[in-house]
């Protein structure tokens, strides 16, 4: 099932523009419209501007993997096995 969500005014593309319709399914846009009226059931919402992708990652630390996973000196703790990350 679709659901819509419906824009006064949002960034559309490189422009700003008014009444922008959106409609998603399972998570994935099906269609995006400019100058468009609300659907009766649409969710309403004043400003919209996309999303940035989270990029975050830590992928270096599979790389790191065991190379300070090691028990050192007695007198060890998170100082030395962060100098030694």
Same mark, same amino acid.
Do not use: K
């Given at each position: 099932?679709?659901?819509?969500?419906?824009?006064?005014?949002?960034?559309?593309?490189?422009?700003?523009? @008014?009444? *922008?319709? =959106?409609?998603?399914?399972?998570?994935?846009? +099906?269609?995006?419209? #400019?100058?468009?009226?609300?659907?009766?059931?649409? @969710?309403? *919402?004043? =400003?919209?501007?996309?999303?940035?992708?989270? +990029?975050?990652?830590? #992928?270096?630390?599979?790389?790191?993997?065991?190379?300070?996973?090691?028990?050192?000196?007695?007198?060890?703790?998170?100082?030395?096995?962060?100098?030694?990350?």
């Amino acid at each position: 099932m679709d659901h819509g969500v419906w824009f006064e005014t949002a960034l559309f593309g490189d422009a700003w523009c @008014e009444s *922008v319709r =959106i409609t998603h399914r399972d998570g994935l846009i +099906v269609s995006a419209s #400019a100058d468009t009226l609300p659907q009766p059931a649409d @969710e309403r *919402v004043a =400003i919209g501007v996309p999303g940035l992708a989270n +990029v975050h990652s830590h #992928a270096f630390q599979r790389g790191m993997a065991g190379l300070a996973e090691t028990a050192g000196p007695a007198d060890d703790d998170f100082w030395t096995w962060r100098e030694v990350m």
